[in-house]
């Protein structure tokens, strides 16, 4: 499989680099690089950038200059000149050893390393080793104090946050520091904080991680949402029908915006057919469903509260009936899974004419109930925190073997991208089948051509004319929406969860 250098190792730094002296008040906001999986797109990591350091950028004091590098842009290793005294990196478990890398070279000429993020949460001892400061907690409240501190040379070891100041309080964040051509688009919006779910697996259930669910006030993202040029926003919250009312009262808003948008969303937000249709009116043309599994018993074992999987299929078509398309989460390794999941799972997708979908290897994240199981049951393989980024087997499956569940894995995503399962998912609408077709190969089966548009820092110029063309066609659907009358079908119930 061809796997360029570029996707798979970080760029190399300097290590005989000599600098002059740190500049005062200037600091730098790094995403380290992770090595990317060749399997799926390589699309998904310029789609449109995390919010986390923008938004830590916006509480940047006034008198402090301050500078944002993505490694995973492709654009070499972060900047150095002016050398800043001040270096923020976030921190995940899959690119955890990168960043200590870039925390070491910074170190060692001078700047004070500051790290958050997630792996702060969940393994903080491990991460202070190679920072002189950690943030645990809400960043962008404990930002500002760290710079003060830094400035004051009183920088302290910790820094704990907690999720309790108002959401809707919090400044925009600055995306004029983002290199837009990088991006499919740079809108990424955050409208909520949290989920009403406490999956076993997922990093939300991380222990001591106490984030209440919070939403801005509807009006403010619109306003954002208005402002930019972009024509197309992704929303990064977790969940954003984790409320309904407020979803509504969001579309309400979006809806005077005439653009269109995509979001993560759980797929009981079908009980209610009249707010997928509010959606799809305000914009919404794909969202993106962690349905997990097939398999009710894993989904009970992971207490994920959701509706029965016999219904998914129907829920789906729900979505699909008001024009949204449909891009699913599938994660393997769960303990009822067995061998045959793999072709059980890419078929039901098949049949229900999913427009594409992910996969991940179950990945028992350090902290949450997952993890602790499996380390009881002696079933953890490694702590090569490397290895933890869902496409990789670290733990000794229940009913397979750690190779079934790796090649089963592979065999799930050839088989989505090849052409015969695109053309078996193309969707009903005539008029919609072209762009699919279009989008499917483009996005899914040209890793080359995305490696190459990544580093020439192409890809907001190629995607833009077809976004754009997008979101008229979602606007005359739109109408031809506004005049149908709304069809209401009965719900099944949801698994319980535990
Ligand atoms: S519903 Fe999704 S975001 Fe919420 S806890 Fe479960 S996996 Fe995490």
């Given at each position: 499989m061809w796997f360029p250098k570029k996707m798979k190792i970080a760029p190399?730094?300097?290590?005989?680099?000599?600098?002059?002296?740190?500049?005062?008040?200037?600091?730098?906001?790094?995403?380290?690089?992770?090595?990317?999986?060749?399997?799926?797109?390589?699309?998904?990591?310029?789609?449109?950038?995390?919010?986390a350091l923008t938004s830590i950028a916006a509480a940047t004091p006034l008198n402090w200059e301050i500078h944002y590098w993505d490694e995973n842009l492709l654009q070499g290793h972060p900047p150095c000149e002016p050398f800043p005294s001040v270096v923020g990196i976030t921190v995940h478990l899959t690119f955890a050893e990168r960043a200590y890398e870039l925390a070491r070279w910074y170190r060692n000429r001078g700047a004070k390393v500051v790290m958050g993020g997630l792996h702060v949460m969940s393994c903080p001892d491990e991460v202070a080793q190679h920072a002189d400061a950690i943030a645990m907690g809400e960043g962008v409240q404990l930002w500002p104090r760290i710079l003060r501190d830094a400035e004051a040379g009183c920088l302290k070891q910790r820094y704990v946050g907690d999720f309790s100041q108002p959401y809707n309080l919090e400044s925009a964040p600055r995306r004029e520091l983002l290199p837009r051509e990088s991006f499919l688009t740079t809108l990424s919006l955050i409208a909520?904080?949290?989920?009403?779910?406490?999956?076993?697996?997922?990093?939300?259930?991380?222990?001591?991680?106490?984030?209440?669910?919070?939403?801005?006030e509807p009006e403010q993202i619109a306003t954002e949402f208005r402002?930019?040029?972009?024509?197309?926003?992704?929303f990064t919250d977790n969940n954003l029908g984790s409320?309904?009312?407020?979803?509504?009262?969001?579309?309400?808003?979006?809806?005077?915006?005439?653009?269109?948008?995509?979001?993560?969303?759980?797929?009981?937000?079908t009980d209610d057919v009249s707010l997928v249709r509010e959606m799809a009116l305000s914009g919404c043309t794909g969202v993106f469903v962690g349905l997990e599994s097939l398999i009710g018993e894993n989904l009970i074992d992971a207490r994920k509260k959701t509706p029965r999987p016999d219904d998914y299929a129907r829920r789906v078509d729900v979505f699909h009936s008001q024009g949204i398309q449909v891009n699913t989460s599938f994660v393997f390794g769960f303990d009822h899974d067995t061998p045959d999941v793999f072709e059980k799972t890419?078929?039901?997708?098949?049949?229900?004419?999913?427009?594409?979908?992910?996969?991940?290897?179950?990945?028992?994240?350090?902290?949450?109930?997952?993890?602790?199981?499996?380390?009881?049951?002696?079933?953890?393989?490694?702590?090569d925190w490397n290895r933890y980024d869902t496409a990789n087997v670290v733990f000794q499956p229940r009913k397979m073997t750690p190779d079934e569940l790796q090649s089963g894995y592979e065999w799930c995503y050839?088989?989505?991208?090849?052409?015969?399962?695109?053309?078996?998912?193309?969707p009903r609408r005539i008029e919609d089948i072209l762009p699919y077709l279009a989008m499917s190969?483009?996005?899914?089966?040209?890793?080359?051509?995305?490696?190459?548009?990544?580093?020439?820092?192409?890809t907001h110029r190629l995607w833009h004319p077809f976004v754009?063309?997008?979101?008229?066609?979602?606007?005359?659907?739109?109408?031809?929406?506004e005049q149908k009358e709304l069809v209401l079908r009965p719900i099944t119930p949801v698994n319980p969860g535990v």
């Open positions: 190399k730094l300097d290590e005989r680099y000599q600098i002059n002296a740190p500049k005062p008040n200037y600091a730098l906001l790094i995403n380290p690089f992770y090595r990317k999986d060749p399997r799926a797109s390589f699309g998904k990591h310029v789609l449109t950038p995390t919010l909520t904080r949290g989920c009403h779910n406490r999956c076993g697996f997922c990093y939300m259930s991380t222990k001591g991680l106490k984030m209440p669910y919070q939403m801005r402002q930019s040029d972009e024509p197309y926003g992704v409320n309904r009312d407020y979803l509504r009262g969001l579309c309400q808003e979006l809806r005077k915006v005439d653009k269109i948008w995509s979001a993560a969303v759980t797929i009981d937000v890419v078929n039901w997708i098949e049949d229900s004419r999913l427009a594409c979908a992910t996969f991940h290897i179950l990945t028992p994240y350090p902290g949450t109930p997952l993890f602790r199981k499996l380390e009881k049951e002696k079933r953890i393989l490694h702590r050839r088989k989505l991208f090849s052409m015969r399962s695109s053309l078996r998912r193309c190969i483009l996005y899914k089966r040209s890793n080359y051509l995305w490696s190459l548009l990544i580093q020439h820092r192409l754009e063309r997008t979101r008229q066609r979602h606007l005359r659907f739109r109408k031809r929406l």
